[in-house]
C-alpha cells in the first residue's frame, strides 16, 4: 500500500476512536487517528468506566497495565442506581466492575498502549 494510503481513517482521538484503534491494531491493522485538536484535552469528563468495558480491558491485558497493579478486576459488592443504594453481593456473574480514571488519563494510556502500530495526527479534521 502506498505511504499515502492507509487501511483505517479513524476520526476523533477520543476513549471511543482509541479503543477503536487498539482494537485493529490488535487484528494487524494500522489505522491513523485524526484528532482536530492541537493537543489531548485536558478537560474534566468521565471519571471512570462501569460494566462489562472492565472485563474487556482486561482480556486485552490493559487492565492491570491501567492500573499498574497485578490484580485482576473485582465486581463491586454495591453500587448507586438512581441515588439507591443497590446491594451486589452474592449476585451471581455480577456485572458490575468499575475503574476510576479520569478521562484525560485514560485517552493518554489508550494512546500509548498501541502507540507502536497507531498512527494519530493532532490538528486534523476529517
Ligand atoms: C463536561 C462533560 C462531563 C462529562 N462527565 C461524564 C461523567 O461524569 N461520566 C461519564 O461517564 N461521562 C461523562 N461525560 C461523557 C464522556 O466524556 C463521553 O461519553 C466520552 O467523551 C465519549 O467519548 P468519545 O470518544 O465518543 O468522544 P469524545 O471524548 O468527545 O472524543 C471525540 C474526539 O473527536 C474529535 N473530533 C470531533 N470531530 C472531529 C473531526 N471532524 N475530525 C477530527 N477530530 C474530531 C474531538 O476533538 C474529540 O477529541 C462528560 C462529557 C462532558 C462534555
Given at each position: 500500500m502506498p505511504e499515502t494510503q492507509v487501511p483505517v481513517v479513524i476520526s476523533g482521538a477520543g476513549p471511543n476512536g482509541l479503543m477503536v484503534a487498539c482494537e485493529l491494531a490488535l487484528a494487524g491493522v494500522r489505522p491513523m487517528v485524526l484528532e482536530r485538536l492541537p493537543a489531548p484535552s485536558d478537560e474534566p469528563k468521565a471519571n471512570g468506566m462501569v460494566g462489562q468495558v472492565i472485563r474487556m480491558l482486561d482480556m486485552r491485558g490493559l487492565y492491570r497495565r491501567f492500573t499498574g497493579s497485578d490484580d485482576p478486576p473485582h465486581p463491586a459488592y454495591q453500587w448507586i442506581f438512581s441515588g439507591m443504594s443497590v446491594p451486589l453481593f452474592g449476585?451471581?456473574?455480577?456485572?458490575?466492575y468499575a475503574l476510576m480514571m479520569a478521562q484525560p488519563n485514560l485517552s493518554g494510556c489508550l494512546t500509548s498502549a498501541h502507540a507502536n502500530s497507531v498512527s494519530t495526527s493532532a490538528g486534523a479534521t476529517s
Open positions: 449476585v451471581r456473574d455480577n456485572p458490575m
